[in-house]
């Protein structure tokens, strides 16, 4: 396998941000990925996490839970955690995924 590392220029249009967004999760449902970001407290955080089917929990979508996508965060599947969790799009500082 190989390692692929991707770091991030902050001076991203707002379309190229939501480019990398769609590229981001189409990676994850394919497969685990980790993820550096800044965290709102400041702090930086390192996430596997996956958007991939066979590894996300089974649940049922009440009517009520159905929210508008907020396309300025991610949410994903933490498999540590093994919970929901979600993350900023422009706080990306590095993306790494095995090929």
């Known amino acids: 396998m190989t390692d692929k590392n991707f770091k991030f220029d902050s001076a991203l249009t707002d379309d190229q941000w939501q480019?990398?967004?769609?590229?981001?999760?189409?990676?994850?449902?394919?497969?685990?990925?980790?993820?550096?970001?800044?965290?709102?407290?400041?702090?930086e955080r390192v996430m596997s996490c996956t958007l991939q089917p066979e590894l996300l929990p089974t649940q049922e979508l009440k009517e009520s839970a159905v929210k508008k996508e907020n396309t300025d965060t991610v949410r994903v599947f933490d498999l540590e955690k093994q919970e929901w969790r979600s993350f900023t799009v422009k706080s990306v500082k590095r993306v790494q995924f095995d090929l």
């Open 19 to 43: 480019e990398f967004r769609k590229w981001i999760i189409s990676h994850m449902k394919m497969g685990p990925v980790s993820v550096t970001f800044t965290k709102k407290d400041g702090t």
